[in-house]
């Protein structure tokens, strides 16, 4: 794949390439609107058909996410977290049921808005960090910016910036299949964060490295929410690392509760 077809795979609205982020050098500097939480979600429910009928994975989901916060999502495999988060960042769509980042309704954008919306207010983490491997490091955190039609220089230039951020500044030029999976997942977290993200949304970023790397991740993690005043929602089955974020909530029996 050349570089034109990875920038056009990036704008897909089903790709992880299009998740955005913000640039190392300055702190958030989104408007805040008084009493308007930063993620908000009202009597939610999502189904599935199946053989015997319908599956209800949860139904009257109502919280919120305040400006600044710091929340984990826990639940055993299946209580439906990863769709959850899914739907928050405009992958996925709810049966029923409002979601709203800030004061904008996610539920009826179209597939190009819903793409614009995660490119340019939303930095998305993988558990499998979807590097394209024929490209390096710096290029594959760049692909946000090249996506939304930033020249190339100034997105390398960004994407260098923050791979010095994450600590992986002598990595720029290694390709993928170079790096160690802690590495890749670094740089998964630097392309979420190279074009200035409302939200950070990260669905099991440790769950795929051995403990020592995971807790190095989850620190980087820890620091850039701090440092760069993010809002950060996390969906994880670690509960050590969850108790450390500002709130707990426990996806169980289709319903959220304060954990």
């Known amino acids: 794949m050349g570089l034109p077809s ?51 994975l949860f139904e009257h989901l109502d919280f919120s996410v305040a400006e600044g916060e710091m929340v984990a999502i826990v639940g055993e495999s299946g209580a439906g977290k990863s769709t959850l988060l899914h739907i928050m960042a405009a992958l996925d769509t709810a ?38 491997p024929e490209f390096t490091a710096a290029e594959n ?29 002598h990595r720029e030029e290694h390709r993928a ?6 590495e890749q997942q670094r740089v998964a977290l630097a392309r979420a964060l190279v074009a200035r993200p409302k939200l950070l949304l990260a669905d ?14 989850f620190q980087l993690i820890e620091r850039l929410h701090e440092q760069h005043r993010l809002t950060s929602i996390l969906v994880t089955h670690n509960t050590a690392f969850a108790a450390r974020c500002g709130r707990m909530l426990r996806l169980e029996g289709g319903s959220l509760q304060q954990a």
Not at 142 to 157: D, H, I, N, S, V
Not at 177 to 182: H, P, V
Not at 204 to 217: M, Q
Request: charged share 25%; net charge negative; proline share 6%.
């Open 177 to 182: 299949g170079e790096l160690s999976g802690g």
């Open 95 to 132: 049966t029923s049921g409002r979601v709203y980042c800030g004061t904008k309704l996610l539920n009826n954008l179209t597939a190009d808005e819903a793409a614009d919306f995660r490119n340019k207010e939303l930095g998305y983490v993988w558990q499998a960090h979807y590097l394209l």
């Open 204 to 217: 099991e970023p440790t769950g795929n490295l051995d403990n020592r790397t995971a807790e190095s991740v």
């Open 6 to 56: 990875a920038i056009a795979a990036a704008s897909h609205p089903d790709s992880a390439q299009v998740m955005a982020g913000l640039r190392p050098e300055t702190p958030l500097e989104h408007p805040i609107h008084d009493n308007v939480p930063a993620m908000r979600v009202e009597d939610l429910r999502k189904e599935y058909a199946s053989p015997a009928g319908k599956l209800v």
């Open 141 to 169: 955190v760049a692909m946000p910016l090249l996506a939304r039609g930033e020249k190339k220089q100034a997105a390398l230039r960004a994407a260098r910036e923050w791979l010095h951020e994450v600590g992986l500044a």
